[in-house]
């Protein structure tokens, strides 16, 4: 750019410079031209007083000898004048063939003044000066002729010369009108050209700047040279630039972002600064799933906003600690959007990005783990009551054992009424039942530890439902078997099998009072590789209520039940390896399904 | 009209003290006025004198003054020694006492130069002039030695001798003369010469114009009463 415009100045002043010189040179020439006009015209004038110079010595020589004629002294004065008029005419020319003719007119001149001097110095007879002067008056004439035609000549030659010279003097003026009109055209039509060589590529340059501010990285500057060029090419690179570091910065992001969304843990990033600290500026998926609300809504809420009552309490003084620059870690209670309450474990703390302070917090979901310690700490309760009503049951179990004994040899040995007879009988009744219960209670509380043998599960069955048969329970139960017999053999205590399906059959018949349908059915789970057998009844099935607690100790829906069989039965199947699920059939009804592995070897 | 006999008249009527003077106007002005005759510059060719010539063309078979008779003389100016005192002396040494009843025509050119022209373009037979002119003439013109021949010529007069008033100082005359004379001694004399085209000035006196005074003598000029100008 900068020759371009050193060569652009140099054009101007190169311009101005030959315009300058032109003008002077036109104006000069000119000059020059109406000078030499002027020269000829006075050329012209020497000429015409040569003529009248001429003809006033000829007119000197006719007045000669009469009244008339002038002084000698006057007639010599007007030869010198004619001489004089003559000599002028060679001041000034130069062309040979002029001089050749002004020569030949000066030599003429000469003759003519010979001739007049002759006649006005001669004193001879008439007849000589009469030849004297007629020969003067035909040089004279000769001579005016002359002089006529050189003067014709030169006027045609003057009057061409004239012509020409002022044509050529108007073209002259009117090139220079055109050079004074184009001129300032030209220098504004080059300062244009040149103010526009600099503001077309600096337009160029901001208009990609505005491009590449408004996100067209991809935009490229063309066609732009020197200084701009390279400036343009700096641009460029600097987008090409800018491109690969937003794709980093993107990459980045995207990496960050897929671990922030898939993070198991509910992530919020809250604002710290301002009026409102806690305002929710980020949540993950997590999140919105946890609380029940779209990922939109949760955005500019308040954290505390998802705090129930109890936990919005102590919020104020955690936001101060963590503003402070401590790391917290608490367990409260959150509320979803449909106002379930659920427990979250907070670790939260300030960050800060880019000079602006922000809290960030992890909130998980701790209800299973809540629930699963709730079930912990009751099946410990559990397990320390049994063994305290075991330890209570042993104690009674002798006493117990004594007062029977005793009242059957009251029995034998007294003489007692009937009604008496009854009374006693029916004590023996009870203690028996105490008996029983002492009985299921040591079981569950201390069961006895399983031996573990190869057991063939439908054989146990089989032998199970032969005893259970025998029980008024069943006298309207019709018994269904769905046998696979090609279920292997598990390692199990087969005496507690044997109680464990007892148990179940029982339960399963005494589920049907008016009678109904009692299957059995046994087969191997190939992707689970076990063995799962299944005791179904038509009875009423479970209600939700009754679903949840039936496992438990001492819950029962029978009249006359310990509420400890199904808990004893869970517990001796959970000591052989196994586990029970209760269901309710999609025809009506439940089912018992209990699961054993297979290749299970003695523990 | 007269060009050389005017200077006598203008001499008195001017009242001058000096002046240069040809040589016949010089013996008129000293018989008419009494002027004395005191230098006159020799030229840078070493002439200070010249003669007259009488001359006609070749082909013109005239020889002599015999030849002459009823042929065309031209003069030129009653006042010249070498264009009239001289041709005239000549005719009466050669016994012509009337040469106007001799010659056919007589007149007078008024010039020297014309006179020679005159003869060698035919207009007359025969023309006296003075040797100065028809040298220079027949320098510049060839056709004057191819076809005029001189027939007669005169003996040697003081040219353009400085003559002042008869009744100057002579104290002052003298000094005038000798500085004259003087003149080509030191550089800004010589230099005043040399405008004059002359180399210096020499002592001249009455004796120099002896054969002016001779021609007028034999020709019964009375030069106190000439009528210098000239008549047809």
């Known amino acids: ?603 | 009209m007269s060009r050389y006999g005017n200077i006598v008249e203008n001499f008195v009527s001017e009242h001058l003290d000096g002046a240069f003077f040809g040589s016949f106007t010089y013996a008129l002005a000293h018989s008419m006025l009494g002027v004395e005759v005191l230098a006159r510059p020799e030229l840078s060719d070493g002439t200070s004198t010249y003669h007259g010539h009488i001359f006609v063309r070749k082909d013109s078979g005239i020889r002599s003054a015999a030849d002459m008779k009823g042929k065309r003389f031209a003069f030129v100016d009653k006042a010249t020694t070498a264009g009239y005192i001289f041709p005239i002396s000549y005719f009466r040494k050669n016994g012509i006492v009337n040469y106007k009843k001799y010659l056919k025509e007589a007149y007078f050119t008024g010039t020297h130069e014309d006179t020679i022209d005159d003869v060698l373009t035919g207009r007359t037979d025969v023309g006296a002039a003075k040797n100065t002119v028809y040298d220079r003439i027949e320098n510049e013109d060839k056709r004057i030695k191819k076809e005029l021949v001189i027939i007669a010529e005169s003996g040697d007069v003081p040219e353009n001798g400085l003559a002042v008033r008869k009744d100057l100082d002579a104290g002052i005359r003298n000094n005038l003369k000798a500085a004259l004379l003087a003149m080509d001694a030191d550089q800004e004399g010589m230099n005043a010469l040399k405008s004059l085209g002359a180399k210096r000035f020499i002592d001249t006196t009455e004796a120099d114009y002896k054969y002016v005074y001779e021609y007028a003598r034999e020709t019964g000029i009375d030069l106190a009463q000439y009528d210098y100008r000239n008549d047809r």
């Open chain 1, 1 to 603: 750019m900068k020759k371009k415009i050193i060569l652009g100045l140099s054009v101007f002043s190169l311009v101005f410079f030959m315009g300058g010189i032109y003008i002077i040179s036109a104006i000069e020439e000119s000059t020059a031209k109406l000078d030499s006009l002027i020269t000829l015209h006075q050329v012209e004038i020497l000429r015409e007083h040569l003529l009248l110079s001429i003809k006033r010595v000829q007119s000197d020589l006719n007045l000669r000898n009469t009244r008339y004629a002038r002084s000698i002294d006057t007639i010599v004065d007007d030869v010198k004048n004619m001489g004089q008029a003559a000599r002028s005419c060679n001041g000034c020319h130069h062309s040979e063939k002029v001089m050749e003719k002004l020569n030949d007119l000066q030599a003429s001149v000469d003759i003519y003044k010979d001739s007049i001097s002759r006649v006005f110095t001669i004193r001879a007879n008439e007849a000589r000066i009469l030849v004297e002067e007629d020969a003067a008056f035909r040089t004279g004439e000769e001579l005016t002729e002359k002089v006529k035609n050189i003067i014709a000549i030169a006027s045609s030659n003057v009057a061409k010369k004239t012509r020409t010279s002022l044509r050529e003097i108007n073209n002259t003026k009117k090139i220079l009108f055109i050079l004074v009109g184009i001129g300032p055209i030209i220098a504004i039509g080059l300062t244009f050209f040149l103010i526009r060589g600099l503001t077309k590529p600096v337009d160029i340059l901001l208009n990609a700047i505005r491009k590449i501010k408004g996100g067209n990285l991809d935009f490229r500057i063309e066609g732009l040279e020197d200084e701009f060029g390279e400036v343009a090419a700096a641009i460029n690179d600097m987008s090409a630039s800018l491109i690969d570091h937003i794709g980093k910065v993107e990459d980045s992001e995207k990496r960050y972002r897929t671990l922030f969304e898939s993070a198991g843990d509910a992530i919020f990033i809250l604002e710290a600064e301002g009026e409102k600290p806690g305002t929710i500026f980020a949540a993950n998926k997590a999140a919105s799933d946890m609380h029940g609300y779209m990922k939109d809504e949760l955005i500019g809420m308040n954290i505390t906003d998802l705090d129930t009552l109890e936990s919005t309490v102590g919020s104020p003084e955690k936001v101060q600690r963590m503003l402070k620059g401590e790391w917290i870690k608490t367990e409260i209670t959150h509320c979803k959007k449909d106002g379930t309450i659920f427990p979250v474990e907070v670790s939260a703390g300030l960050i800060e990005i880019g000079n602006h302070k922000y809290i960030l917090t992890f909130d998980r979901d701790i209800t299973n783990r809540k629930q699963a310690e709730e079930a912990l700490q009751r099946t410990e309760q559990l397990k320390m009551v049994g063994e305290l009503a075991a330890g209570l049951a042993h104690e009674i179990k002798n006493p117990l054992a004594g007062i029977e004994v005793s009242i059957e040899l009251l029995l034998e040995e007294l003489p007692l009424t009937e009604r008496d007879r009854d009374v006693l009988l029916k004590v023996i009744d009870e203690i028996k039942r105490i008996e029983i219960s002492i009985r299921e209670l040591l079981s569950f509380a201390k069961p006895p530890s399983p031996e573990f043998h190869p057991v063939t599960v439908n054989a146990v069955m089989d032998k199970a439902m032969t005893f259970s048969l025998k029980n008024p329970s069943f006298s309207s139960i019709r018994l269904m078997k769905e046998y696979d017999d090609s279920n292997p053999d598990i390692m199990a205590d087969p005496v507690q099998m044997h109680q464990v399906f007892m148990n179940l059959l029982l339960n399963a018949a005494e589920a049907m009072p008016g009678g109904g349908t009692l299957t059995v059915k046994t087969c191997v789970d190939e992707p689970s590789n076990t063995l799962q057998v299944t005791i179904s009844d038509t009875g009423k099935g479970f209600d939700k209520a009754s679903r949840e607690k039936l496992f438990q100790p001492f819950f029962t829906t029978k009249a006359k039940g310990t509420g400890l069989g199904l808990a004893v039965t869970k517990r001796l199947i959970e000591q052989n390896n196994g586990a029970i699920i209760a269901e309710n059939n999609i025809g009506g009804g439940a089912s018992f399904r209990i699961v054993f592995p297979i290749g299970q070897k003695k523990n």
